[in-house]
Structure formats: structure tokens, C-alpha cells
């Protein structure tokens, strides 16, 4: 298995918001003003159409095309994994062969959902997924959304019977689970985190990178906190992570993903209008909160 040795990813790996106009439909001059902000800002790579993304709630069709922009506008400049994993197997492969015709670097699948397989079911999803394409995979174990835990034991089955694997990102929210990924596979596979209020202890275990949901409209205090760990400055990746965990509680007050939106809009101009239905927008009152909160946090990006 050379995939891994072909493709190397590290850093924050920036979790692409989806712009979308008000019929939610994707919002392309928008995600090409973000795609250049990010790669301006430093950003390491992308993982679009995950979670923040909205990947799971976008139909076949708008995510083909998100995927294309990003490509087309990201044009080689950072790594792009693409994230093709959906609660049906073959939708995921149909996902993944349009990812490998636009020359992404790698794909990502969350474990399926609502229809919780055991072990044999998520080696076989993953199999066909890998199969399929002749491209690097990572797993995306995202506990809660998923509703089970792919342990590293899970993960060691998986990755024996799919040679295309060649990483995992990891959504647990479990430090003791991430340093177990990383002491067991941190050799052969890329281990990288998810869950931005605990960015410093991923990297401090040994994770390769993180896949970041706040860097959209915060890349550069992401990144600080990356290469202050990788310094060895833990005091002050420890002081940035505290004022990244401010930031995140300030998100959390309006309804889910729509606060990064208006952020990006409110900080940096761009606009990446509105969230795919049941979310909903800000309203004006949570919006002129979400204002005054980011005005008393001090950030240098």
C-alpha cells in the first residue's frame, strides 16, 4: 500500500462552509471568495461538504457542484479531502467516482447513519467506497451524528480490508481515543482530529492535523495554535485555544452553522447567505448579539 506515502496531509484543514442562496441553491461567487480568503489566510487544505458543510443534507446534484467549484477554484493550491459520505452505500460511490474525475486528492466517508451497521457492514461500506476509485480514503468517525463509536479496533478492521485507507478524522471528543489512534497507527496512517474546542490537545497527542469548523472566519488563530504546538509553546497554544473556546461559545447562542455564516459576513465581507432547510437564519436580535459578543473577543484574524 504506497497511497499514504503519495499523499500527506497536516495542519488545519479547514472544513468548508457551503454558501447558498436564498432558493439553496450554491452560492459560487461566495464559496470562491472563501475558498481565496482561506488559501490567503495560510490554511493547510479543505474538507468540504462534511458536516459543516452541510454534505449530509445537500442532494447528489449540489454537491457535485460545490465539489466543483472547490476544485476549480482551489487549483491545486492546498489539499483537498473530499468528503462523499452519505447513509447509502452506493450513493457514496457515485459521489466518490465524480470526486476522482475532478481530481481531488483524497475522499472521506463518515460511518453511515440512521442505519447503524456492525463491523462487517462498515468494512464492506468502506470496501465498495474504496473500490471504486483509485484515490486515498479517510474514515470520518463522527460519533454523535453517527450514533456508534468506530474504535480503533473497528478502525484496525476496516483498514485491513481496505487498502485504500490511509487516515481517519476523528470526531469523538476523546483525547484518551485520539492518543490511542495515534500510539497504534500514527506510523502508517494519518490520524487527525476534529472538534475545535480541544485543537491543542489533538495536536498534543500526536495528531497529524485538524479538520476545523471556526477556521472559516478564523484561520489564522487556527493555524497559531497548530504551530505553537508544534513548537512546543504550550503555553500559548493553551492561552489561543482558551480564546478560540470563547469564540465557539459565542457560536453556539444562534441556531446551528448560520453564526459562522453571519461572522464571516460581519468580520471579513463575505457573504455566504443563508443554511439548507430545517436550519434557519439568525434572527436580527441574534445577529446584533452575535455582533456585540464578537466585538469584546480581540482576534488578530
Known amino acids: 500500500m504506497n497511497m499514504a506515502k503519495k499523499f500527506k496531509v497536516e495542519g ?48 447528489i446534484e449540489k454537491r457535485r457542484k460545490a465539489a466543483e467549484i472547490v476544485v476549480d477554484q482551489t487549483d491545486g493550491r492546498v489539499p483537498i479531502i473530499l468528503h462523499v ?22 475522499v472521506g466517508a463518515v460511518g453511515p447513519f440512521f442505519y447503524k451497521p456492525d463491523t462487517q457492514g462498515l468494512i464492506q461500506h468502506y470496501k465498495r467506497i474504496g473500490e471504486s476509485v483509485d484515490l486515498p480514503m479517510f474514515v470520518y468517525n463522527n460519533v454523535e451524528r453517527q450514533g456508534y463509536n468506530i474504535t480503533p479496533e473497528t478502525f484496525e478492521k476496516i483498514a485491513d480490508g481496505v487498502p485504500q485507507v490511509v487516515g481517519l478524522k476523528d470526531t469523538s471528543y476523546n483525547i484518551e481515543q485520539v492518543q490511542d489512534y495515534v500510539c497504534k497507527f500514527g506510523k502508517d496512517y494519518m490520524i487527525i482530529g476534529a472538534g475545535d474546542s480541544i485543537i491543542f490537545p489533538i495536536l498534543a497527542v500526536g495528531a497529524a492535523g485538524h479538520i476545523s469548523m471556526i477556521s472559516n472566519v478564523f484561520p489564522k488563530l487556527a493555524i497559531q495554535i497548530y504551530e505553537s504546538t508544534k513548537n512546543g509553546n504550550y503555553a500559548k497554544a493553551r492561552e489561543l485555544q482558551s480564546k478560540l473556546n470563547d469564540l465557539r461559545t459565542v457560536f453556539k447562542k444562534g441556531p446551528y452553522i448560520t453564526p459562522y455564516k453571519e461572522a464571516l459576513k460581519l468580520l471579513h465581507g463575505i457573504d455566504l447567505g443563508t443554511v439548507s432547510s430545517p436550519l434557519r437564519p439568525m434572527t436580527n436580535e441574534e445577529i446584533r448579539i452575535l455582533r456585540e459578543s464578537l466585538s469584546r473577543i480581540k482576534v488578530s484574524s
Not at 459521489?95 to 483524497?106: C, N, P, R, S, T
Open 85 to 106: 459520505g452519505t447513509q447509502d452505500t452506493s450513493m457514496s460511490v457515485e459521489l466518490a467516482k465524480h470526486a476522482e474525475d475532478l481530481g481531488v486528492d483524497a
Open 12 to 59: 488545519i484543514i479547514t472544513a468548508l462552509l457551503t454558501p447558498l442562496t436564498n432558493d439553496e441553491q450554491i452560492k459560487e461567487d461566495a464559496f470562491r471568495k472563501l475558498i481565496d480568503f482561506q488559501i490567503e489566510q495560510g490554511i493547510h487544505g479543505f474538507f468540504p461538504l462534511g458536516t459543516a458543510g452541510e454534505g449530509m443534507k445537500l442532494g
